[in-house]
């Protein structure tokens, strides 16, 4: 029996009640937004552990985000040896309870099982070639014949659970495509770029986009009418197949895989651009590889779609890096999640409350900053593990940090920013960026060009901070 409460992705695209209210930027809704970022990890970069014994293609590599009270309390990814859904058994236990999982395949009937078992709620994925893929281009015949048994195992399980298996795809608020792509555009990440080489362009933007989307779509999407119906019929969603619901269906994931591509876009691998650790910085330490600051930056670009101050969405994520990889089953190796937030109005607050005013109102009194949580602070409060003094913790946000939150990161013990410095320096009525350059004991790895020009083959993120004679030129600039 199909149990969604409704079809998923019904026509009726009117979008959500905040977004009628003057002056409101549509949102992602909460479901979508962790459908994003299930997607999302599955590609999250593979360890060099992970890349030697690659997984027989039958099993797809797959994304999970596990979700309690409405909070991300992990995100994760399979390896090569566990799958996504045992993994979030390994790691959270009996506190999956009650828990909503996020998957970015429909997992198999080894995962399911153990998952339903540990008491979750609701496991929503997404409807696509499952985990055990039913494509026929992939595997032999006898393959698809096991995997066909189990689609069947997984429907039994599903229809025996109290948990809800479902798939919870939203329709996209009105224009929230065209305003994801604005925004990108906009973004601290692709400014700098632009002012730092002349030669980038909207079309240089656009262009990485399309690669995006192209490389997402062949992932993510079936692009067969005719075999994504054969396997939404396999997999228990024979209901979806009908007209209107198969072609909404099909226009929603495309938006989603879309919005995606964009947002990943939003942070391209441009010329020699990358996280780097500023000259300022007294920190001596290893960064992360590139791969892994873009991927993380990403994660928090996409919480950033969720704000609720309507002028600047601003993402954050704090992950930590384990010093013993004896521990390391995920996909994704030795770092684990921290935390997320974006800024938002405090907890348990009507959106109406407060004053939403920015600079630009005179009356200081009703504007919005007094009263706006922080990406950072959400981050921080909201945290599903403590941070440990003795390991490498680091936040990606999406924004240069103000003079309110910088204090905040070094005294909760994180180790590293990754962040733009756009801002960096500037002071304006209500808010100001001094702290960040001036900030002791935190490694800061800015989105710059590569102060080690010289050695283009060099991936890793260097620390230019030893290097006193390199130059941070917009540091300058702006500092
Ligand atoms: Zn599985
Ligand atoms: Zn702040």
């Given at each position: 029996m199909y149990r969604s409460q409704q079809p998923a992705g019904a026509c009726s695209s009117t979008g959500t009640q905040t977004d009628s209210m003057q002056g409101q930027v549509p949102r992602l809704s909460k479901v979508n937004l962790f459908t994003l970022l299930s997607l999302w990890m599955e590609v999250f970069p593979s360890t060099k552990d992970d890349e030697n014994k690659k997984?027989?293609?039958?099993?797809k590599k797959t994304g999970l985000v596990v979700v309690r009270n409405l909070k991300v309390i992990g995100l994760h990814c399979s390896s090569s040896e566990l799958h996504a859904g045992q993994i979030a058994v390994i790691k959270h236990g009996s506190r999956l309870k009650d828990c909503d999982l996020y998957f970015s395949r429909k997992p198999c009937s080894t995962c399911l099982k153990m998952i339903v078992n540990a008491g979750v709620n609701r496991i929503s994925y997404w409807p696509s070639d499952p985990e055990m893929s039913l494509q026929q281009d992939n595997s032999s015949q006898t393959s698809i014949g096991d995997a066909r048994l189990d689609a069947k195992a997984v429907e039994r399980l599903k229809s025996n659970s109290r948990a809800h298996v479902c798939v919870l795809l939203q329709p996209l608020a009105c224009y929230m495509v065209q305003f994801v792509e604005e925004t990108s555009l906009k973004c601290d990440f692709v400014q700098k770029i632009a002012r730092m080489e002349p030669e980038f362009a909207r079309s240089t933007f656009y262009d990485y986009r399309q690669e995006r989307v192209k490389e997402y779509e062949a992932l993510f999407l079936i692009s067969s009418e005719d075999l994504h119906k054969e396997i939404l019929r396999m997999i228990g969603l024979e209901n979806l197949c009908e007209d209107p619901y198969f072609v909404c269906l099909r226009q929603n994931m495309k938006e989603l895989v879309l919005i995606l591509a964009t947002v990943a876009a939003s942070v391209p691998s441009y010329s020699d651009f990358g996280f780097y650790l500023s000259k300022t910085s007294d920190e001596n330490q290893q960064g992360l590889t590139q791969e892994m600051a873009l991927h993380c930056i990403i994660q928090a670009r996409l919480l950033a779609?969720?704000?609720?101050d309507h002028k600047i969405g601003v993402g954050a994520v704090i992950w930590a890096e384990r010093k013993?990889?004896?521990?390391?089953?995920?996909?994704t190796g030795s770092m684990y999640f921290i935390g997320c937030g974006y800024n938002a109005f405090p907890v348990g607050s009507e959106y109406a409350d407060f004053p939403h005013m920015d600079d630009n109102q005179k009356d200081r009194e009703i504007r919005k900053f007094r009263y706006i949580i922080h990406a950072e602070q959400n981050a921080i409060t909201f945290r599903c593990q403590e941070i440990k003094p003795e390991e490498q913790s680091m936040i990606f946000v999406t924004k240069c940090p103000c003079d309110e939150c910088v204090p905040l990161i070094k005294g909760a013990g994180i180790k590293q920013i990754y962040t733009g410095d756009i801002d960096s320096g500037k002071k304006k009525a209500d808010i100001s960026y001094m702290k960040f350059s001036q900030l002791r004991g935190v490694g800061r790895y800015s989105w710059?060009?590569?102060?080690?020009?010289?050695?283009?083959?060099?991936t890793t993120v260097s620390t230019a901070g030893e290097n006193g004679d390199l130059k941070n030129k917009d540091e300058d600039d702006l500092g």
């Open positions: 997984k027989p293609q039958q099993i779609y969720r704000t609720e013993s990889s004896s521990l390391d089953c995920d996909g710059q060009q590569n102060p080690h020009r010289t050695s283009p083959n060099n």
